[in-house]
């Protein structure tokens, strides 16, 4: 139950308030961690019907996530470094654009799932 309030609580939130989204998606991590701690719980979940298959999807949105938030910093970072340029300051080649923020959550995928 703890997971499926998590999960809802995650997809719910909205791009309004980032900070709330952030912890919700950290807490569906923690949740998804809870649940999936140990190999013998994800060896029982693999043995139901298309318990596999389900451990592969959220396996490959785990690695998306992680990969997603990884480039969207990287980004942000590379976006802030030639903003802080003297060229860009002196023309306004951003314009009154914000600077953009990196997004920090908890992406580590649990530790009962198989490192690849």
Do not use: K
């Amino acid at each position: 139950m703890l997971l499926a309030d998590a999960a809802h609580r995650a997809r719910m939130a909205t791009d309004a308030d980032d900070l709330a989204r952030s912890h919700a998606e950290s807490d569906l991590t923690a949740a998804l961690d809870a649940a999936l701690e140990y190999p013998d719980d994800v060896a029982e979940v693999r043995s139901v019907p298309s318990g596999a298959e389900l451990l592969d999807e959220l396996d490959a949105a785990i690695r998306r996530v992680e990969l997603s938030r990884r480039f969207l910093n990287d980004a942000v970072r590379a976006c802030r470094q030639v903003r802080g340029q003297r060229a860009a300051r002196w023309f306004w080649l951003a314009g009154r654009t914000a600077l953009p923020n990196s997004w920090e959550m908890d992406d580590t995928p649990p530790r009962g799932l198989s490192p690849r």
